[in-house]
């Protein structure tokens, strides 16, 4: 590339510290730090944020121990018994919380940044701009969720008849990080659409009512609807992947059949972030702005 | 927003009648301009309807899972439902709360209160707790005529699931149970969004508020399902009227004496929060005139 | 080779008609009515490093588009452009770096948050090395007097305090050119002188390439020897201030001082008659003829005229007779000077 040439009288531009990439941990630390600061100027707003969050959970937590009053197993033969669901119930709140405290307020955000031109100075930052806009605003009061799912886990774990080996608690993060990385993916998809069709909240219950079909095991969907349902979630809009491998692997004995599907989710989570990606650029491209 | 000039008078009868003639064309007005306000997000609606009863397919193959399982052990019913009782009781739940989920009224309330707009109010002839009926009426019945379609196609599809039309009696009480809900959920709400004369902030009395109509309302799982302490806690308050009680009317759970019961106490519940919330507007007028707002 | 170039830039917009009710609302899904709208139609300019460059228009001329061309925001419909060498809607991070744009009314700082924190955000992303932030920063805050307003969140300052965090914020990072999008408006009096005494000094001292946009005649004239204007998309001047006089003024103003009280009658044959407080008259006469009817009062009968002035109409009236001249007429060639 050619030698930039120097237009003004004016001193050089600012001394640039080395460029590395350590520069995007560097910014995020500081988006959460300065949402941080934030959230705590509206304490009270936290607390309830987060016990609401505590709450939906606990609910959650005691429906299902409501209905396994009166059945010992979510679907006959699917190895899915009190304690095995309940660490399927943790893995789901896992993936969720960091979804809704990294990703879910910016995603929000972005479609209010189109309406109102905001989006324009996002632009103008020397910044990847779908960095920028993805992680600019922490949630802290979703991960409140997080201690008490791993209590529950822990909890799980302990009654249930089986340790798991050492891989599978080792592989167990890893495949939380590819289910949020499809429930990412799928939202940032989402909302780069706005910037073709304007602020819309039917957009954001989509995604809400698609990703909701992850929250159960993928055994349950079976029948003359249920086994197309499945393949159809499982491969082209890959959401049951995103709980179901990672609390597979920690719940149930290591097990061939389940290799596959494991292999599919890293391919899958690549996958999405690879065309949602695309998506997203596409839409910069065509970006009309705000009219002033 | 819809704004109203008083009509003066004198007294004697045939001013009296003119004076009630006026408030009801008065009151009509209003209803017919929150109306048309409506009618403008039609569009928005239908779609979004029926993406509400997404959920219920997950909840079709749940249910499908677990009574499965229970057949394995030759067990049949939970809690006196079949599985299609189950799915049939959650499509219900959606038309109760149809008529009885007051969404942002409480908080609308209290943000009115707070900044100050309550005080139009205090000047005109209608009082808020009725102009704000008046246009959730009126919200509630665009959104049935758009609805209406979305609801009959699902109903349609599902009609495996339903036992059957109830009796005329029956189905008159179901009908008498959907107004009732709305007029409690209504009024249960107001009265929370009241409490901003009193305490600035309202949320956290209304996230508690959400919290235990979610679980306890029916909107979760059938009230039946509750292990009795529970059920008694549950039968001290008014939410079961919110999803539970219609559906349950419906699919004949609920019969003879019991229904009856039922309905007066609902009735009962109805009266009493019309009362608590008049009191209310009274008692937190005069204390919001008496700070000069 | 000058630092801005732009030739035959361009841009239009499909707007779609939106219909209410669900009906219309499928019948969009298949066939949707729109208009064009031609924001920008072919625009040539150029622009040297150091100079401060004014953009007047009429409300919707475009000038608010070409900036957002140039910045890179949005991407043309035809034409091209170079902003130091680059090309804008490459949106290449280097010239991202070398360039500001400041919107008025228009906030990229956190709300809730001191603007000292925006700043510390900004140093990061722009990767400025620690001393020479603080260094930029200082001058810049001191400039601006801003000082203890640092630490307080931005939603408390007032319309002008945002106004210069959002200059700080803009010029932290040493941009080589600043673009303003109408930066005085809504700002009081005060606020105003404040902004442009500051940007005249410091472009001078910096010698930074400026383009600005403003309704305001103050703005322009107290900071910008050329001026550009635009109308219907298009550049219909580009030269000096006074050049606009020149072109665009058919009159002058002509005020006299009478001895005595009284003024001659029928003075409205040698123009219009602005005010008559006697002694003194002020007329509107057509530029062509100023000398002759000079000439012609000053040989009226019985009267002695102690003073006369001769004047260029008021700025504000130039401008705004000639927007209302190039709305009207359709496009005549741009006048350059």
């Known amino acids: 590339m050619a030698e930039q040439p120097v237009f003004s009288k004016a001193t050089a531009p600012a001394a640039l510290q080395p460029a590395s990439l350590w520069m995007y941990p560097r910014v995020f630390a500081t988006f959460a730090r300065n949402s941080l600061v934030r959230d705590m100027t509206f304490r009270w707003n936290f607390v309830i944020e987060s016990l609401s969050s505590l709450s939906w959970m606990l609910m959650n937590l005691g429906f299902y121990v409501l209905i396994f009053r009166f059945t010992d197993e979510i679907g006959a033969g699917t190895g899915w018994g009190k304690y095995q669901f309940f660490i399927f119930l943790a893995t789901t709140t896992f993936i969720n ?46 991960l409140s969720n ?123 989570a690549a996958g999405s972030l690879i065309v949602s990606r695309w998506i997203f650029q596409r839409a910069m491209l065509q970006y009309r702005s705000a009219s002033s | ?37 409506r009618l403008v997000y039609r569009g928005d609606f239908a779609l979004g309807t029926l993406m509400r009863f997404l959920p219920i397919v997950t909840q079709i193959f749940l249910w499908g899972a677990i009574f499965q399982n229970a057949a394995v052990s030759g067990v049949s019913t939970i809690s006196g439902y079949t599985y299609e009782d189950m799915i049939a009781y959650y499509l219900l739940t959606m038309v109760s709360r149809a008529f009885s989920s007051m969404p942002s009224l409480a908080g609308g309330i209290a943000r009115q209160i ?78 929370m969004g009241m409490i901003g004369f009193w305490f600035l902030e309202v949320s956290s009395l209304l996230f508690v508020y959400m919290l235990f109509t979610f679980f306890f309302s029916g909107h979760m799982f059938p009230i039946d399902m509750l292990p009795g302490g529970w059920k008694t806690v549950v039968d001290a308050t008014p939410l079961q009227y919110l999803a539970y009680f219609p559906a349950a009317v419906f699919l004949g759970k609920i019969q003879g004496r019991e229904l009856a019961i039922g309905l007066a106490i609902e009735l009962g519940w109805v009266l009493l929060l019309v009362t608590a919330c008049r009191f209310a507007w009274r008692r937190g007028v005069a204390r919001y005139s008496g700070f000069g707002g | ?171 932290l990072h040493s941009p080589e050119v600043l673009f303003l999008d109408e930066p005085t408006i809504g700002l009081d009096v005060i606020a105003q002188h404040n902004i442009q005494a500051f940007l005249r000094h410091y472009q001078q001292e910096r010698q930074l390439t400026i383009l600005l946009t403003s309704h305001y005649m103050k703005d322009v004239a107290a900071l910008c020897r050329r001026v550009v204007i635009i109308a219907h998309g298009q550049i219909r001047y580009d030269g000096s201030l006074g050049g606009i006089i020149d072109r665009f003024s058919s009159h002058k103003i002509v005020t006299l001082l009478f001895a005595g009280d009284t003024i001659p009658t029928g003075l409205s044959r040698f123009g219009e008659v602005l005010e008559e407080s006697p002694p003194k008259v002020r007329l509107r006469v057509d530029r062509s003829v100023v000398a002759d009817t000079l000439a012609a009062i000053l040989a009226l009968p019985d009267q002695t005229v102690q003073d006369v002035s001769v004047e260029d109409p008021p700025l504000e009236e130039v401008i705004a007779q000639m927007f209302a001249q190039v709305s009207e007429r359709p496009m005549p060639e741009a006048v350059t000077q």
């Open chain 3, 1 to 171: 080779m000058a630092i801005i170039e732009v030739a035959g830039l361009a841009k239009s917009y499909r707007v779609y008609q939106k219909k209410e009710g669900l009906v219309a609302s499928l019948r969009g899904v298949f066939r949707r009515e729109y208009r064009l709208v031609e924001a920008v139609r072919g625009i040539d300019l150029t622009v040297e490093s150091g100079e401060f460059v004014a953009f007047l228009g009429p409300n919707g001329a475009g000038k608010t588009t070409t900036l957002k061309l140039l910045s890179g925001v949005i991407h043309p419909t035809a034409g091209t452009a170079r902003v130091m060498g680059h090309v804008p809607w490459h949106r290449e991070n280097a010239y991202r770096r070398r360039f500001a744009l400041v919107m008025g009314q228009k906030n990229q700082l956190w709300w809730d948050l001191p603007a000292q924190e925006s700043f510390r955000l900004h140093q990061q992303i722009y990767r400025i090395d620690p001393t020479t932030f603080d260094r930029q920063r200082d001058e810049l805050v001191d400039l601006l007097s801003v000082g203890q307003l640092l630490g307080q969140p931005v939603r408390e300052l007032s319309l002008g305090e945002r106004m210069k965090m959002e200059l700080i914020a803009a010029l």
């Open chain 2, 114 to 191: 707070r900044s100050g707009e309550v005080k139009k109010f205090l000047i005109q002839p209608v009082d808020m707790i009725g102009f704000l009926l008046l246009s959730r009426v009126a919200h509630k019945l665009v959104y049935y005529a758009v609805a209406a379609g979305p609801f009959a196609l699902v109903f349609f599809l599902c009609r495996a699931y339903f036992p059957g039309w109830p009796e005329p009696l029956v189905m008159a009480a179901f009908l008498a149970s959907l107004v009732m809900a709305f007029l409690l959920g209504f009024f249960l709400e107001a009265l």
């Open chain 1, 146 to 268: 997080f201690g008490f799912s791993g209590c529950l886990l822990v909890y799980s774990l302990i009654r249930l008849d089986y340790l798991p080996s050492v891989l599978q608690m080792v592989l167990y993060p890893g495949y939380l990080l590819c289910g949020v990385a499809l429930m990412y993916s799928l939202m940032i998809a989402l909302a780069a659409t706005s910037v073709w069709l304007g602020q819309n909240q039917t957009l954001y219950d989509f995604w809400f009512y698609i990703t909701n079909f992850s929250r159960y095991p993928m055994e349950i969907y079976r029948g003359p609807y249920g086994d197309p349902l499945r393949q159809v979630f499982t491969f082209v809009v890959p959401v049951l992947v995103v709980v179901n491998v990672p609390a597979r692997l920690l719940a149930k004995p290591l097990d061939e059949q389940n290799w596959p599907l494991a292999g599919f989710a890293i391919v899958a």
């Open chain 2, 1 to 37: 927003m819809c704004s109203l000039a008083s009509t003066a008078d004198s007294t004697g009868v045939r001013p009296l009648m003119r004076e009630w003639r006026a408030v009801i064309a008065t009151w009509w007005t209003i209803l017919r301009i929150c109306l048309e306000e």
């Open chain 1, 97 to 142: 919380s960091v979804v809704q405290a990294f990703f879910m307020p910016n995603a929000e955000e972005f479609s209010e940044l189109v309406r109102t031109g905001g989006l324009d100075f996002a632009m103008l930052k020397p910044i990847d701009t779908q960095f920028l806009i993805s992680l600019q605003k922490v949630d802290w009061s979703s």
